[in-house]
């Protein structure tokens, strides 16, 4: 049986993924470092379904990568693998360009060197910059703010010129806006190591107490509220968009926007968890996040047009979702 081989399987996204990959009669094969996710996430997943074989690689070591795809029929790959830390980015820019573009050049590398065709590359709405909302696909790209964004970038550009040069390869790329809850089983979740730098998981934590007080970053920008928008995608939803992308690989690049194509404010989500959940959420105000931009939502149309793909949860949904796995987890 021919299997999907998905890099970063054990991590937020990629887990959600192989949930709904397996739930759709896919064999898989996971490779994880575990350098952003922990092994208890693969025993959770097991029990969800058991349909999958793990590997302790580094999608760098071309080398374990080559030893996996001379020992499996692999039919395609799904890479979620890299490091997705804005702010650390900025830090410690040459980690992020040496494990996320790396990894996908050795990637495709040993994809082409083993006739694996099927290639679908987990990219951002980052990519954007300071593009107009709605994002669109066909958007001019324009320099993001960060080298977590341009590894993203460069990473799509790679693929297309691969893509162009070797016209049986086909490739998905797919451009998330801001993935958020969790299974509805509350096995698997968001589960940040240390402080959460992304919205929900701080709410959740500040909603169970490991954290004091949310601090919304500035309500001084030019939307209703003054505070950020989003648009916010339950990943189950994100999950499911890859099968739909998978399943609709044909040969050449087709790049989609993975959101709802609605904005919630920082605020509106706030309110949106106290209602959804019970639960009160201390926040304050303070000063704007240097890098963040005002409002950030996608034009959702073409995966729905050509994958038959739209997003179904809504905000609630994401709520009481990500609470449910916060609130399993241990203090
Ligand atoms: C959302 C809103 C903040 C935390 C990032 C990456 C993006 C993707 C998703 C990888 C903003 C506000 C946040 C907090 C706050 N990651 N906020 N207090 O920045 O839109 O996107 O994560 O693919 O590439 O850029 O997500 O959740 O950090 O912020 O007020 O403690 O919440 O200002 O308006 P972001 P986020």
Redesign the pocket.
Same mark, same amino acid.
């Given at each position: 049986m021919m299997k999907i081989l998905v890099t970063g399987g054990a991590g937020y996204i990629g887990s959600h993924t192989c949930v709904a990959l397996m739930e759709q009669g896919y064999s898989l094969i996971i490779v994880d470092n575990f350098s952003n996710s922990k092994p208890p996430v693969l025993e959770n997943l097991r029990k969800l379904n058991d349909n999958f074989i793990f590997y302790n690689v580094d999608v760098t070591d071309e080398e374990a990568l080559e030893q996996i795809f001379l020992k499996h029929d692999i039919e395609g790959v799904i890479h979620f693998a890299g490091y997705?830390a804005?702010g650390e980015s900025v830090a410690e820019p040459l980690k992020y360009y040496l494990n996320n573009v790396v990894s996908t050049m050795i990637l495709a590398k040993v994809c082409k060197k083993y006739n694996v065709n099927k290639f679908v590359f987990s990219s951002?709405? $980052?990519v954007y910059g300071e593009n107009k909302v709605p994002f669109k696909e066909e958007m001019e790209l324009l320099p993001t703010t &960060?080298p977590?964004?341009e590894t993203?970038a460069m990473s799509e550009r790679i693929l297309m010129d691969v893509a162009k040069a070797n016209p049986i390869f086909s490739v998905s790329i797919l451009r998330?806006f &801001?993935?958020v809850g969790a299974h509805e089983s509350g096995l698997i979740g968001e589960d940040p190591n240390g402080i959460?730098? &992304?919205?929900?998981p701080?709410i959740t934590k500040v909603a169970k107490g490991d954290l004091e007080k949310?601090?919304?970053? !500035?309500n001084d920008y030019p939307t209703p509220d003054g $505070? !950020?928008?989003?648009d916010y995608i339950h990943v189950m939803d994100l999950a499911e968009g890859h099968v739909a992308a998978y399943k609709h690989l044909s040969k050449g690049v087709h790049i989609y926007n993975l959101g709802t194509g609605k904005g919630t404010s920082?605020l509106e989500l706030v309110h949106a968890f106290e209602e959804a959940n019970g639960i009160k959420v201390p926040f304050q105000i303070v000063e704007?996040?240097p890098g963040?931009i005002a409002v950030?939502y996608a034009d959702a149309s073409k995966a729905e047009k050509e994958l038959g793909w739209k997003a179904k949860r809504n905000i609630v949904d994401m709520c009481r979702d990500a609470w449910r796995f916060e609130s399993r987890q241990s203090r």
């Amino acid at each position: 049986m021919m299997k999907i081989l998905v890099t970063g399987g054990a991590g937020y996204i990629g887990s959600h993924t192989c949930v709904a990959l397996m739930e759709q009669g896919y064999s898989l094969i996971i490779v994880d470092n575990f350098s952003n996710s922990k092994p208890p996430v693969l025993e959770n997943l097991r029990k969800l379904n058991d349909n999958f074989i793990f590997y302790n690689v580094d999608v760098t070591d071309e080398e374990a990568l080559e030893q996996i795809f001379l020992k499996h029929d692999i039919e395609g790959v799904i890479h979620f693998a890299g490091y997705k830390a804005v702010g650390e980015s900025v830090a410690e820019p040459l980690k992020y360009y040496l494990n996320n573009v790396v990894s996908t050049m050795i990637l495709a590398k040993v994809c082409k060197k083993y006739n694996v065709n099927k290639f679908v590359f987990s990219s951002s709405a $980052t990519v954007y910059g300071e593009n107009k909302v709605p994002f669109k696909e066909e958007m001019e790209l324009l320099p993001t703010t &960060n080298p977590y964004g341009e590894t993203k970038a460069m990473s799509e550009r790679i693929l297309m010129d691969v893509a162009k040069a070797n016209p049986i390869f086909s490739v998905s790329i797919l451009r998330y806006f &801001n993935p958020v809850g969790a299974h509805e089983s509350g096995l698997i979740g968001e589960d940040p190591n240390g402080i959460p730098n &992304n919205l929900m998981p701080y709410i959740t934590k500040v909603a169970k107490g490991d954290l004091e007080k949310l601090r919304v970053f !500035g309500n001084d920008y030019p939307t209703p509220d003054g $505070t !950020g928008v989003r648009d916010y995608i339950h990943v189950m939803d994100l999950a499911e968009g890859h099968v739909a992308a998978y399943k609709h690989l044909s040969k050449g690049v087709h790049i989609y926007n993975l959101g709802t194509g609605k904005g919630t404010s920082v605020l509106e989500l706030v309110h949106a968890f106290e209602e959804a959940n019970g639960i009160k959420v201390p926040f304050q105000i303070v000063e704007r996040r240097p890098g963040d931009i005002a409002v950030c939502y996608a034009d959702a149309s073409k995966a729905e047009k050509e994958l038959g793909w739209k997003a179904k949860r809504n905000i609630v949904d994401m709520c009481r979702d990500a609470w449910r796995f916060e609130s399993r987890q241990s203090r």
